[in-house]
């Protein structure tokens, strides 16, 4: 019972989401802040920045103890662009390796195996989790980026200078693109460099588009010429990369179709036959011959799964 309640009162908070009220009360707040040309109202807002910062800070101190390498995941969870601490990810984590060990050892499963496929959910979930958000806000990134550099040269033709022209981007472009430049912008005015603030977003990003930017101003500085020109043929230059991308995609679907069916088809019969007839299936776990051989099994299906994403990834 104590178990039942506890999964509804999870469930219940985890589907009704944040308090409305509390949300439009929050985005007025942001608003106010950031238009707002009062002195006290910029005062509280820094405030509330040092606050937030000095306790995520402390929390942070005490997850960096226990993470393996902080300095790589930190940089993981700000390419996401979601507010995810160091703290949230490690408590996260944490729960769900003990709610599937649990959830296991309650089924029958031996202590230790139940332990060991808890650690693999727990530590694998999340990192594949995080992947996939900072892949898909790469690619939210990526897409946009050619309009944001268009907007860019039709604002060096009109006449205002690159450093401008990066608000405006900030402000009108949506997304990924916006959060990047504005971010840009604000270490620009509090006294960064151009070239340091633009190279601090693409090592964060890791992002071929964004590298060739920051090469082309830099090599503009250095050389002269005309900016918007140059600006302009690299827009066409990543359109034309984007469209390549999806023809190449469009060409592997098939063979990356193939190798997910391949792939997963054991485990799947293997599934469908635990759900069928349990206690044969746990002797892959008690009998030492099967565990060899299902060791070995799935060795090799990792090499010819390996093989197979070789053969259809395709850099460009």
């Known amino acids: ?3 039942l309640f506890g999964t509804l009162a999870l469930l219940y908070f985890g589907l009704s989401g944040p308090s409305v009220s509390k949300a439009q009360v929050r985005r007025l707040d942001d608003v106010r802040e950031r238009h707002s040309k009062s002195s006290e109202v910029a005062a509280q807002a820094q405030l509330k920045r040092i606050l937030a910062t000095r306790q995520a800070t402390r929390m942070d101190g005490w997850a960096q103890s226990l993470i393996p390498n902080p300095a790589l995941l930190t940089k993981r969870l700000h390419q996401t662009g979601k507010p995810i601490t160091l703290t949230q990810y490690a408590l996260g984590s944490a729960g ?4 599937v060990a649990g959830g296991l050892s309650f089924q ?40 944001a550099i268009e907007l860019m040269v039709r604002g ?22 916006s959060e ?37 101003l830099a090599i503009q500085r250095e050389t002269g010429g005309n900016l918007a020109e140059t600006l302009s043929n690299l827009a066409d230059v990543l359109r034309k990369r984007a469209a390549m991308k999806l023809k190449i995609k469009a060409m592997s679907s098939e ?12 485990f ?19 009998d030492q011959r099967l565990m060899i051989a299902g060791g070995g099994g799935l060795v090799w299906m990792g090499i010819g799964v390996f093989i197979m994403s070789k053969m259809i990834d395709f850099e460009i």
């Open 255 to 266: 063979s990356k179709a193939s190798a997910w069916i391949v792939g997963s088809l054991p």
């Open 96 to 99: 769900l390796g003990l709610l």
């Open 1 to 3: 019972m104590a178990g």
């Open 108 to 147: 029958g499963l031996p202590v230790f195996l139940a332990v060991l496929l808890g650690m693999f959910v727990g530590i694998g979930l999340p990192h594949f989790v995080i992947g996939k958000l900072i892949k898909l806000r790469i690619a939210r990134f990526t897409s946009k980026f050619p309009d």
């Open 180 to 216: 990047e430049f504005r971010s840009v912008s604000d270490k620009m005015k509090i006294g960064r460099t151009m070239e340091s603030a633009l190279q601090d977003t693409a090592d964060r990003l890791g992002t071929p588009e964004m590298q060739f930017f920051v090469i082309t």
């Open 268 to 286: 799947i019969v293997f599934i469908l036959i635990w759900f069928i007839n349990g206690k044969y299936m746990q002797d892959f776990f008690v």
């Open 156 to 177: 060096l033709r009109s006449g205002l200078p690159i450093s401008e022209t990066m608000g405006i981007v900030a402000d009108e472009v949506p997304g990924a693109v």
